[in-house]
């Protein structure tokens, strides 16, 4: 047991996945000599050497098609994008093979890999650098989408993400890196993917989040909880595709309100498709309309308005209240 | 210090082995047993008249859209003959020859081309990566295979194929740098056919060959005549060689030749003369190495009657498979089905049981692309 | 007033603009001498000739890369990525620039472009050439994205999308490429982009579609009619993104129901946010839940399984009638 | 018809003229005038101080992160010398220095790397873009400008900068292969600093030079010193003069180091040794070409005291922009604003109009990425 911040947490993850497993093995820009530009591979090089923990070159595109060979081969690769707003240029990659390939062959390969990509706000950095893009990886079958909330279940879920038969988009919550320690067991632990978590139990709202948005809807629960005495049930997804719709659809029932939070902008976003399954298993327990608490539509923020563009508690308390008084 | 050229010059190299006009340069002559020779002329006959047969298939509407090889035998054979079973093919679109020489049973491979996923399934023991579509994104996947191989120590080597057009994809270029960086066991096949559907080479890309674009990764490059097997073959068991001794990558650049449409929805006549055509079918592999075998008198006349038989057969295999049971649909998207998609596999299921009587009959899908004429096996 | 197929109307578009602004060129795999695999640029490279019909090297990336470049100069490229699925290879340039570059230079540039791709089932070709991928640049801010549903409104489409100051994502139904014949007018049409038409008007029930699946909701629309005495409203999205809410909402406000259909995979689909808005804007108005009539959540098909993926008149009959009876 | 290399053999050629112990070459030395001499000098004092300002701005926290050019001056300065006005310019995130010399004011610049989107602005008539951070991707923008250009029939050559490592990615490629098949004007110069973030040259390609690359194009490659101002003038001059001739494009490869951090984030003792560093210091570009000035009397004493007023002054009016306002965020995603839009704007502005009162204060946000201070201007 050590109180760990996420990198760390993540960091102890790959090195126990690794000592279990000789062939999970580490590839991407950096990942090695640097221990990766968030430390988050860090010292791995050293212990597991050149050809288990690759620097490659500078080529998304070939990072993950080179791992989806090795995937096809037998090994488990676990790949670093640098920055998830660079992850496009592999995204054909991604969607036509890491995703397709089980299909394809029918059974006969498969690709076990997991693709980590830092994300979201919070570190203010230039463009590119903050962006929130689960929603593109969301709507490819075949993958799953995976975001932590915090040190210990990020931990969890990496171990589960490699070890799953197929291929993981696992998004880490940049502002997150950093932010909290907690507790973290020296034994592996590991968390199903696709389930949600309650994160806060409550009867009279519903607050969907995940990533870094689930310190938000915790805080504005708090407020909630201490002047209004309402009661929010914080729902943290933790696997965003396939979503856990049974979950949800279950605290709607109990609650009829329901407000979303996500960092991506709002339209065609993650959150509409939480609101449309809702909409489809909770119909006749609706008590108001469902809210969206979002970045704005807009791709180009620039760090000096980022706070006026991600989602902050105040914005989230708004929306609760409007919610709870309809 | 001032300006000088940097030593040694860049150099590629150019082989033939065996001309259009069948002049044999023996010096260079490969030696190959006679038995293989002839199952090599084996492959190349059933690879040109399994094309014809299925371009008069797909003509038929008995098979959908597909990329004949006519004219490619040579390249794709020569090249595939210099692998081990145990070794790694990664074809593209249009190797459907090499394929067959891999052990694709050509019923599977006829299902392949009619929509059929079961099609593109490799037997549990074929180091085959299924068909690629889009164009050049194999080429990482089979480096990625070659610094698996390597990696476990596997003696393995990986041969992937593309075409002249794939040259200009950020795949290749990637794949290429990755894998001379790596050193891993892997030869890139180029089919130069001269063509990307309607583009030609002059307008692919300004370099004088393919083969030198390897001097970018420093790596070795060849420019053979893609239509003689014998000088593919040597080129392609040099490469093999080397990469089996830990000498890393090689490009060989085939010069060869589409004699056939792009796909059976392309019309040549669009874009290229007749005369061109003619030009490239005197150059055509199977002659040259038809008067080869004969002078060594290794030629067989009931080959091509023994070829068509076996595809006749596998024809037959082929078109006694049922319809495609629309339920496996939702096999193999994830190893474990996850509740929504059992959710919506209910409903189709829910769907289908409800049978003809559901009101309104689907309508015909509209028509096929260009050229393309409809298969009567395309529907469940 | 001659009567065409859509690759005629989509080829009259071209043509007429072409002769009209000089800024106008057209790239793309095979777009000149063979006129395009589909045949939509037939005839412009005799016409225009080789520097204004640009037979492109085959990569997608540098067509909308270079094209962006063009446009930043002051020419307004018609690109023609060869099948929607091939576009994920261009997928950076398209959101790191072609969608970015009038905030990045703060209105100094702007990319005045139009990226045509022909994308759906309905050819019954191999894997990645029946695939429908709107969703993947409807969460992409700057963009507009735009989908026909016959010759008419194509060319009208297309002639406003290449006047557009912005970049606009034009997909064309293959299915309805030779499907039908309508007459279309000789001067030049034009229809506003982000407006959705209501197809029929009807006051039970709201049939949400576009592209190739308005004729699949027309069809089921005159069966609910012919049988069932309901009137059905099919609402024709034209512009996918941004979302004509107001257009929706105004009708589901009205009938009270709503079936969305689309030949996008259905999580995370343009359906969720189509489902989404009309919560937000139309909750206290909705009697039943919506539902989605959608491909189902799988990436390969392959022709010879596509009609029981893609949707078809009896799957939105069926689920029209469940949400007029609940 | 045998085995042979084909001819002629391909060449790559090496130019340096004022070398690092101050030895030049009168052979090759350009003819640049005096006063022109000077002006490339002082912009590289400038592009010098003006890094060394802006590395303490970052650790005051009053910028943010940004990526230093120190030691490659030469290369940048000497090449977008040989530009004129009307040319274009298309740099990477590492082009500070030419970025200033091509007309971007330092306080655009320093909001620029304040997160202020403002910053990014050209000015109207500045045939420039803007900083392009996803490696490589800039140089098809580059390659389609010069399309462009050469299609309108404008006198006007583009040049475009980018590092050794994004010479890897498939941007790099399609764009080259595309310049050469156009023919079009273009000078692609890349600043080979030997490192990629961590990653030195050789994991970065298994290529002797980057230069070489252009043979994959069948388009001229030189390689030069690229801390020799000279040399690098001498060869973007002559590719310059070739690509307004309407002879085509030229890759440039400036072998130059990186001497600061990769960016205000990174820390290179984790990767490379202070050996290595020394001796590139020893290579100093501005060090040689000052001395080459005194030799030609055209030193300047006061030099750096006027450059440092000039950075002043720019920092003074760079910290005298007020807070920058958040519904600007909705400014230029469109040419009109939509109205989904015109609503998510409204909601802000009432949003922003509750003022302090809400409840609660946001939080303060995370540390900022490692190694980078927070900036005090980062909040409107
Ligand atoms: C990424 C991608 N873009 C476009 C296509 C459509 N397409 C299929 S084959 C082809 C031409 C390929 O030319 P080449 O590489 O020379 O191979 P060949 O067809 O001549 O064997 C094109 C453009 C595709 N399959 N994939
Ligand atoms: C597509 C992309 N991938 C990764 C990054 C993160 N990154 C920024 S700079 C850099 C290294 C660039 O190296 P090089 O091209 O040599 O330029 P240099 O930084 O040395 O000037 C990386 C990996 C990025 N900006 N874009
Ligand atoms: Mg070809
Ligand atoms: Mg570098």
Partial sequence: MAKLNMVKALNLALLQEMERDGDVIIIGEDVGVDGGVFRVTEDLHRKFGSKRVIDSPLAEAAIIGTSVGMALYGLKPVCEVQFSGFAFQCFHQI???????????????????????????????????????????????????????????????????????????????????HA???????????????????????????????????????????????????????????????????????????????????????????????????VEGAFLSLEAPIRRVTAWDVSLVGFARERAHVPDAGRVLAAARETLAY | MPRKPLEPRFSVEYLSILDADGNLDTALEPAIPPDRLQELYRAMVLGRRLDERMVRLQRQGRIGTFAPIKGQEASQLGSAFALRRTDWMVPSFRETAAMVWRGWPIDKLLLFFSGYMEGGQPAPDQHDLPVTIPVATQLPHAVGLAYAAQYRGDDVVVMTFFGDGATSEGDFH??????????????????????????????????RTLAQKALAYGLPGIQVDGNDVLAVYAASQEAVARARAGDGPTLIECVTYRLGMHTTADDPTKYRSEEEVKEWERKDPLTRFAEYLKKRNLWREDL??????????????????????????????????????AGQRE???????????????????????????QTTRWQS
């Fill in chain 2, 347 to 373: 409903d189709l299921a829910a769907w289908l049981r409800r049978g003809p009587g559901r009101n309104p009959e689907p309508e015909p899908p509209s028509p096929p692309m260009r050229g393309q004429r």
């Fill in chain 1, 95 to 177: 969607e036509n093979h890491a995703a397709r390939y089980r299909q394809r062959s029918q059974g006969r390969f498969h690709c076990q890999m997991v693709i980590r990509m830092p994300y979201g706000g919070g570190v203010r950095a230039l463009e590119h650098h903050t962006e929130s893009e689960e929603q593109f990886y969301a709507h490819i079958p075949g993958l799953t989408i995976v975001i932590p909330s915090g040190p210990r279940n990020a931990r969890a879920l990496l171990v589960s993400a490699i070890r799953n038969p197929d291929p993981v988009v696992f998004f880490e919550p940049k502002a997150l890196y």
């Fill in chain 1, 180 to 278: 909290a320690k907690e507790e973290v067991p020296d034994e592996v632990e590991a968390l199903p993917l696709g389930r949600a978590q309650v994160a806060r139990e409550g009867r009279d709202l519903t607050l969907i989040a995940y990533g870094a948005m689930v310190r938000v809807a915790r805080e504005a629960a708090e407020v909630l909880a201490r002047e209004d005495h309402a009661e929010c049930e914080v729902i943290d997804l933790l696997t965003i595709s396939p979503l856990d719709r049974e979950t949800v659809v279950a605290s709607v029932r109990k609650t009829g309100r329901v407000v979303i939070i996500h960092e991506a902008p709002r339209s065609f976003g993650p959150g509409a498709e939480i609101a449309a399954s809702i």
């Fill in chain 2, 304 to 341: 091509e009657a023994q070829v068509d038989e076996e595809i006749t057969a596998a024809i037959q295999r082929f078109e006694a498979v049922g319809p495609a049971d629309p339920l496996r649909l939702f096999d193999h998207v994830y190893a474990e089905l996850p509740p929504h998609l």
């Fill in chain 2, 174 to 207: 990637e794949a290429l740098n990755f894998a001379g960086v790596w050193h891993v066991p892997i030869v890139f096949v180029c089919q130069n056919n001269q063509w990307a559907i309607s583009v030609p080479l002059k307008k692919q890309t300004h370099s």
